[in-house]
């Protein structure tokens, strides 16, 4: 089953204009960024650890050359002559993709860089692997990540400005990046095709609830059930619930939804008309119901 890791890694940017600086206006020439890693559930039973290795992490200044690099610690930088992408991370951060699920992340950049609209990150990978609940491993091929780096467009640039804080959401589809080989259950190894969206959260959402059932006259939580959100029939991301029946989904874009809880065993449920609004968090509980 495959589902839209939001990696749900997350790989999330998320604009939040908090924090504005009590230096003077010579230091307004740079801006903060912080880029976080998510991703959401793998629908499969089988798998333990997705494991990726980030050394490097680069973000490109909108309308310059691509061919070449800023140093985002050189206080001395003059953008103007400089290179579009600026260095935002070089050291290496080991991440268990699978345990980026319903709003954990993880912190992979938190640095002060120039002002300015960026458009594209360039993320370094290396140390793939595949650990499956029988202890058996598989390191994986990156196919150009180590080199030059796994290309995410960032669509609309998120802004940076001076003395304020600029939060991006990488979401690391885990589903569509591992891809097994040889059918289920009898898995002889995965593809690596890394699949990641960047989301500004300044222009974005979060939807989050959680999945119960009556038990005894008791709501209980239900693990493992999938949350489809859509767009006019169309999936726009999946999720599953937690062993407390929780899910959360980041970086969705504005606007009106529908969302579908489905659990074999149970009748499927849908909630028409769910809002998302910038930089808020939409409340969407939802009961299940046994299937007669």
Known sequence: MKSNISLIVII???LLFINCSDNDDGNREYGRLSVKLTDAPFPHDLVEEAN????????????KSENQTIDSTDTNLEIDSGNPFVLLMENEVQVNLLDLTNGVTETLV???IPVGTYDLIRVYVKGVNVVLKNGTNYDLKVPSGEQ???KIFIKPGISVNGGLTSDLLLDFDVSKSFVAKGGLPNITGFNFKPVIKASNLSTTGTLSGIITEIKEEISVGVEGAQIGVYVSDT???TSFSDVDGSYMLMGLEAGSYSVKVEKLGYLMQTADDVQINVANKTVQDIELMLEE
């Open 110 to 112: 938190n640095t002060d």
């Open 52 to 63: 990726v290795t980030i050394f490097k992490v680069e973000a490109r200044l909108k309308g």
């Open 148 to 150: 030059s780096g796994i």
């Open 12 to 14: 999330a940017l998320s």
């Open 235 to 237: 999936l726009n991301t």
